[in-house]
Structures are given as structure tokens and as C-alpha cells.
């Protein structure tokens, strides 16, 4: 049977929604059941789960015909997602960092800085506050502010792809994007898991066409949890880096070297001679890149030790230096924390055409999906872009340069130690002393408070007096001394702190009432000062 006489059988085209291809079978899952014509011996009609699928193993096709299936399901996906870009009412909205109109929004993809102009994208399943098939919204900005909305650049609508479009990076190659990203397919009621690195290539930083899976399947030895590859060019040779599971159940890095970015070969798994091999079960979202002559691996390991008991929970993120050995293959130095506050992860990072390297995270965690802002239809956001420089060895963060185009008026200070700024999107700059405490949004009931407790020398990000539903309410930064500076940054629902002039970085989503605008300061704190901020243009319907 030719395929398109199985798509008559399906229904036709409008009836099918993602294509599948189990144990050497094809299956279309259909829409509506009643629509699937009368069936010959060799095709079986089959609820899975809550889909029916139309199986046969007397298909006869070819990956292009299957590569043009997914182009037409891609396009009635996109149709649909695309009726979701009216971002709801909500007063958790952030007013200048990106978050989705409706739906899910995680990690940041694909971010590069190409033709004059930086591309990223957002992962989002559009349709409910839940991690389900995510699609990636391909979005570009002049200045790392103000974003504009270009596509819904990929759907889960492939055989290779069919349960969510996961994440991954892009390249800049002979005048297109190359985009490079993991592709989840799950099938059977087993919902067992089949997982490709996959390619999409687009001319014009707005469309975007599937090249397919460029590896089909986990090397030997690693589980189906091997994700979200990372290209390199380096001494003449392309380098894949990604995410892995072994079948022990400890995280690595897998590589895969390539002359010509279609052949992969498979060249090994690193990270042995981190914690004797028990560096967590897992690792996500690699972003390998170069600085000042210096390579540096910045990833999402879960499962590792935390530096806090307060930290309960297992997904963390971390930078290590990387060496590339003389025997071909690499040396990953001991990673140290990114970000000490509760929402950083699966970060990616660009380096602008003045060479500095910036750095966007997710502002979530998996498996989070009950936070106050789903009652109004969306959950999640990104971070702001922070610029990471190295000195001395150290690792020094900052607020994106740009950002200062936000400020609006001076926020007026004086002797008052409590102020009611009527909005919550500002930024604050202070020297907190031995003993000081600040509340951020807070009313007669709730705040997010900032205490410096230097007998037990840490700073304490405390939300426990917040809205907040799911995730840890404490988190600790060690801190030395008798006083400490802080770079505050507020937008709504969300805060992050910049401590000592970017020696460390505490960043939260922080839930609280429309009403909850007062800043209370304490007597403890100095050198204050600092900005209203206004909105930025955001990828929603209005453009």
C-alpha cells in the first residue's frame, strides 16, 4: 500500500495528527476515529492511551514521502498554535523579559547571533500549563530587549519528533541557521521512548525546513535520556556535545565529531573525573564555547550533591573549564554554581559582535507546572541576559549592558526606610550591612525578603511569605564580611539578584499579589539608589 492511499484510509490529511513508526510499522494518529474509512485485513485501528492510531506494516514509503507527511502536519499544527499568541490578562506578567502568551514556555534554543541581528528561540506547548509536545517559537531582536516575534519555527510532526521538538542549539554556516535539536518520539501504551538528534536548516532566519534524524538512535551504553546537542567548529572539525544518561544511570557528556555536518561519528563519553564518576544521573542542555582562548562547559546536571541543605531539589546548574587533550578528546575541570537562587537552568549563551559572551536561562524547573500564574492560562519565563566574564579565575556575571535602556525615572529614596513604588518592575542598587534585611513586593501579608546573616555568614533569599506553590522556599548564599553590595533587578514576578558586583547571582520568580508594591529597606542598608523600569516590546499578538 503507497502512503498516500493511507492517508485516504486515515481520513485525509486534516484528520492526521502526527505520524509514527513503530517496530517497522507506520502509524497516523487520527483526529477523529469516525472519519478512518472501512479497513482492509492488513490495517488495524487502535485506541493508545487517549489516540487512536491507524497501524500497518504494508506501508510502502520513503523518508522524503514521510519528510513531506510531517511538512503538511506541520503546517495544520502551526495553523492552530498560531490562534495562541494572545498573551492572557495576568498580573504575574512579566513586562520585559519573555514569557509565553499562554501554555508553557522552557528552555531557550537555538541562540545565535546571525546577519546582524541575534536569533532565539522558546520551547512551548501552547495549549495547557503542562510539559507535553513542545513546539519552538523562533523569535530575533536588535538588542537583546525588545523581541519580535518571527514563527512558530518547528512542530512535533515528524515520526523523529512526534512527542515534543526538545532542545538544542544553532549554528551560523554559509548564510543559513542550522539548527541542531533532539527529537522525542514515544510510542505504544509502554509510552516507550525513541530519541533522535535531529537538523533544521532555514535561509532566512524565519522558516525553517526539517533535514530529519542525523543520528537515529543512543550510542551503546547510554540510555534513551541522551539530549540537546551542542555544535562547535574546531581545528577543522565540527564537534557535537550532548547531554547523557549511561545504562549505570550517571550523567555524561556524549561527543560525536563530523566533517560535514551530516555523517556523525560517535566519539566518546566524558566526565569520568568528576566526583569519581558519580557526577548525578544525568546532564542537560551542554552550551560548550570559547573565551579569551578558554573553552568552558556550562550545563544542567541533576542529581549531583548540593552546596545547601536547602536545596532539596535535583536539578542544578553549573560551569566547568574544558580542555581539549592532545589525544582528541577532552578534560572537564570542576564545575562551580551559576546561579544560587531557585530558577536558573538550561541556559544558552551568544557571543555578541563586540565579544562578549551572553548568557539567557530558563526561569523554571521540570516537572513544575502548578505556580499561581496557571490560573491565568501560562507558566514560566525567561531570564534576563547576563554577561559572563572570567577574572582571575573566577567567574564574574553581570546584567546584560542593554538592559539600562529600560530605566525610566529615579526612584526618589530619601530617609524612608518603607516605600510604596506602585509597581513592581525596578531595579535597585544598595550595601546591605551585618544584620540587614530588605523586602521586596511586599504588602501588610506577603514579601520576598533578602537577609544577611553574618553569624551564619550567608545571605538568605527567603519567599516563604509568598504565593509561591511548588519548588524549595529557602535558598543560601555563603557570603564573607560585614557588608555585602547588591545589583537587584524586579520585573513582576521574578527577581534577580547580583551580589558584589557579580561575584554571584541569586535568580527567582517571586509570586505576589498585584497590590504587593512596597519596598521595605530596614536600617541596615546604604549607598541605595535606583531606577523605575519600563516595559519591553515582547512577542505577543500585537505585532
Known sequence: M????????AGGIQNILRVLLPQKKVALCVSNPDLVAELPADVELKKVLTEWHLISGSVCTTESELLELGKDIGGQLRAKAMNCFEPTESVYRPGWHVSPPVGLLNDPNGFIYHEGKYHLCYQWYPYDCVHKDKYWVQMSSDDLVNWKRESVALTPSDWFDSHGVYSGHAISHEGRIIVFYTGNARIGEERIRQTTQCAAVSDD?????????????????????????????RD?????????QTDELKGRLAVYKSSDLKEWKFDGLYGDELANGNYGYMWECPDVFEFDGQFYLAFSPQGIESHSPLNTLPHHNRIAVLTFTDEGGIEIGEPVILDYGFDFYAYQSVETPDSRRVMIGWMGLPDEVNQPSCD?????????????NFAGGRLIQKPCRELKALRGDEIEFGSETEIDLGRKQFELMLTLQSGGKIQLFADDKYSCD???????QRLLLDRSNTEQRESDLLREL???GEEVRLHILADNSSVEIFINDGEAVMTSRVFTPASATRLILGDKVKNVSGYYLNGARLPFANQ
Open 2 to 9: 503507497h502512503l498516500n492511499e493511507f492517508i485516504r484510509l
Open 205 to 233: 532566519g524565519v522558516h525553517y525546513e526539517k533535514l530529519g534524524p542525523l543520528i537515529p538512535c543512543p550510542p551503546e551504553g547510554v540510555t534513551g535520556h541522551i539530549r540537546d546537542p551542542k555544535v562547535i567548529f
Open 236 to 244: 577543522g572539525i565540527w564537534w557535537m556535545f550532548l547531554g547523557a
Open 376 to 388: 491565568q492560562g501560562w507558566i514560566h519565563q525567561f531570564s534576563l541576559p547576563r554577561e559572563l
Open 450 to 456: 533578602l537577609t544577611f546573616e553574618t553569624d551564619k
Open 478 to 480: 555563603p557570603v564573607n
